[in-house]
């Protein structure tokens, strides 16, 4: 299995992150339940939830935890930005065609997997329906309206029989939802 996808000059993984460290070496706090993922997002702490089934582990992490300073895991990668998410949609002809399923199941397939999310209660749902990615905020940004993200800052791909049905590119979402991180470093 291919581990990376070059795309101009950025080096995307070709599946979702499953780190528990910061780049600096400190664990990212583990929530056992849903009642831990309401206390960390209530006190605004970055966390990590971890769901196993059939023996693997999916990772899922709060906003807090994918725009936290130290980082995402120890190898360079990090997780992408807003403009980083643009070069991608670039690559691919532009806007015009981020929507097109067969650009998608051409360019992007290694975006196929469909490990849902958790929600803003600690739930993890829709497993099998999509997968969600959280892009980096930055500083340039402007406030946040109430707990909802001004910005779509994550990727959504509907994907039926390994097929791109539909696609959300920048959909907003709320801060208490937990997604997972495809990491990104420069070539």
């Known amino acids: 299995m291919k581990e990376i ?7 995307w993984q070709c599946f979702s992150s499953t780190e528990t460290t910061f780049s ?21 702490q970055p966390c990590c939830k971890i769901i196993m089934e059939k023996g693997i582990d999916t ?35 532009g806007w015009d065609q981020s929507n097109r399923s067969e650009i998608l199941n051409e360019k992007l397939h ?23 990615w959280w892009i980096k905020a930055n500083n340039s940004e402007s406030g946040f309206y109430g707990d909802h993200l001004p910005y779509n800052l994550s990727l959504c791909f509907a994907i039926n029989n390994k097929k791109f049905v539909e696609s959300h590119w920048r959909r907003p979402t709320y801060k208490n939802f937990g997604y997972q991180l495809r990491l990104i470093k420069n070539a």
Do not use: M
């Not at 583990?30 to 960390?40: A, P, Q, R, V």
């Not at 990772?59 to 995402?72: E, H, K, L, P, S």
């Not at 290694?110 to 099998?128: H, M, P, R, S, T």
């Open 5 to 11: 996808y070059k795309i101009g000059n950025q080096i």
């Open 59 to 93: 990772v899922f992490y709060n906003f807090f935890a994918a725009n936290d300073n130290r980082g995402i895991g120890t190898n360079q990668f990090r997780v992408p930005t807003l403009q980083d998410h643009d070069l991608l949609i670039n690559s691919i002809g």
């Open 24 to 44: 600096n070496g400190d664990i990212i706090p583990l929530c056992k339940s849903n009642e831990d993922w309401l206390d960390y997002f209530n006190q605004k």
């Open 110 to 132: 290694f975006f196929n997997e469909l490990n849902g999310n958790i929600d803003g209660k600690g739930n993890y749902v829709a497993k099998g329906l999509y997968g969600c």
